[in-house]
């Protein structure tokens, strides 16, 4: 099979505003995500960001994904490609669901193509713990702002 899915869910004590405030300010990414160490464009439906990841060794790779879903404190989507399409594509996405005060954050990741028997052991074991690492990083993130906004 050429598909393979990575899925993480958090709850984070803030309302969904709050979180998309934070996973939608980019240019702070660098202050506190272990995943997605520098983070550049505007995200909005059609455009391309800029964004470096570093795996769990600290090796970096920067790409440019296409926004594909962009809906106001609901949910952020992009797509990337590693070459040519095919190859490795990665439907990245942060979906936000209101749960009273709170929110439940859905990050997940799913990819398809060539290299994905290849890899999938590895996506299993070193990406799901890195994605799990920045829904953490981002509730702390989340926690500062608001204090600091209070």
Request: charged share 25%.
């Given at each position: 099979m050429l598909t ?111 290299l994905v028997p ?33």
């Open positions: 393979t899915a990575i899925h993480t869910r958090a709850t984070i004590d803030a309302p969904p505003e709050s979180v998309w405030r934070v996973l939608t300010d980019l240019h702070a990414y660098a202050d506190w995500n272990p995943l997605i160490v520098a983070a550049a464009g505007t995200p909005a439906t059609g455009a391309r960001l800029d964004l470096t990841i570093r795996d769990a060794t600290g090796r970096e790779q920067r790409f440019r994904p296409l926004v594909t879903a962009f809906d106001d404190a609901r949910e952020f989507a992009w797509l990337g490609r590693l070459g040519i399409p095919g190859v490795l594509d990665g439907a990245h996405r942060f979906r936000l669901v209101r749960d009273g005060d709170r929110t439940v954050l859905e990050h997940t990741e799913q990819m398809q193509g060539l290849v890899l999938r052991g590895r996506l299993a074991r070193d990406v799901t713990p890195a994605f799990e690492a920045m829904n953490v990083a981002l509730a702390a993130r989340v926690r500062v702002v608001s204090a600091a906004g209070a």
